[in-house]
């Protein structure tokens, strides 16, 4: 039975991205979470492990690559801001912090995904409806 909430395998991240389990847009509200659960900046790489632990990435580490990205254009649109840490010793690394903007951002999403739930609700049922089947209560996959 493949989980479609918590992937443990590539295989599962996979069939998840496949499903649309994966979406890019949905980086953004799990980023916008992590940072306005923190009480300090937080460097990018500790935002990749956080992304890991939330709902969207089930313990799978997401494509750090892809946060980076998300993150410069959450900066580019006010989202979230960034200052560098320089350290006497070891590498510079950039702190992101969450901006009034981005904390208003986070409220429309939760909007937004109340909407988006509706909506794949209505699109499982209307899947189901056109296999004649009824309509599963939990998620079922088989390999």
């Excluded at 916008?32 to 709902?55: D, F, N, R, T, W």
């Amino acid at each position: 039975m493949w989980s479609s909430c918590h992937p443990k395998s590539d295989q599962d991240l996979k069939e998840c991205a496949e499903l649309g389990k994966s979406l890019n847009r949905l980086s953004q509200p799990t980023i916008l979470c992590i940072l306005a659960q923190s009480e300090e900046p937080l460097h990018g790489y500790i935002i990749v492990q956080k992304a890991a632990e939330s709902p969207m990435f089930g313990g799978k580490k997401p494509d750090a690559t892809g946060i980076y990205r998300a993150l410069k254009r959450m900066e580019e649109l006010e989202l979230v801001e960034s200052q560098w840490d320089t350290p006497a010793e070891g590498s510079a690394k950039r702190l992101f912090t969450l901006t009034d903007k981005g904390r208003r951002c986070l409220r429309r999403w939760i909007d937004a995904l109340a909407c988006y739930e509706l909506t794949l609700e209505q699109l499982r049922a209307d899947a189901a409806a056109a296999l004649g089947i009824e309509l599963p209560d939990t998620p079922y996959c088989t390999h």
